[in-house]
């Protein structure tokens, strides 16, 4: 008798671990190496050669990831932006945020459909000719990152950023 109250509790407390560790309906996502990330989204181009490069990963990143999204820094897991050199004249761009909370992606695709907006709004003023690459500029999502593609080969880049997570 006693065996059996002691291996019933067993059960359930192997039942309840299970549920809670599968509780949250799916929110929480697994971390995506933005390093082999980035790796393939350039491999599509050799256009983010001529770029700079800030991340995540740099000192100073909070203040950073404000020149892309004005989304709280906390909820992001971690990013990557390739941006124009000389910054005129260039409306190359590529952001990735990688979100913490699934949750929250819909909020980080907003906030590059808004920058992206701000940066036609710009271009516009000042250079024209950059506007047809922002016409055609996307903005993506898989899993729990999404993507601003600015360049002239933003479908191929777009293509090697959903290949990455889909495996085609």
Do not use: P, W
């Not at 008798?1 to 509790?9: C, E, L, P, T, Y």
């Amino acid at each position: 008798m006693r065996k059996s109250i002691i291996s019933a509790i067993g059960i359930i407390a192997a039942l309840a671990l299970v549920l809670c560790s599968c509780s949250g309906g799916g929110s929480q996502q697994t971390a995506v190496s933005m390093y082999d990330l980035k790796g393939a989204m350039e491999g599509a181009t050799t256009r983010f050669e001529e770029m700079s490069y800030v991340s995540s990963e740099d000192a100073d990143a909070d203040v950073l990831f404000t020149n892309v999204s004005d989304m709280d820094y906390s909820k992001v897991e971690s990013f990557f932006i390739y941006y124009a050199t000389n910054g005129t004249g260039n409306a190359d761009e590529l952001a990735v945020i990688q979100v913490k909370n699934a949750a929250d992606i819909t909020e980080a695709r907003q906030s590059l459909e808004a920058h992206l907006a701000k940066r036609k709004s710009l271009y516009s003023t000042y250079d024209k000719t950059q506007l047809k690459k922002l016409d055609g500029a996307r903005v993506e999502v898989e899993g729990n990152c999404a993507a601003l593609i600015a360049c002239d080969e933003a479908a191929k880049v777009s293509d090697a950023f959903h290949t990455f997570f889909n495996g085609d």
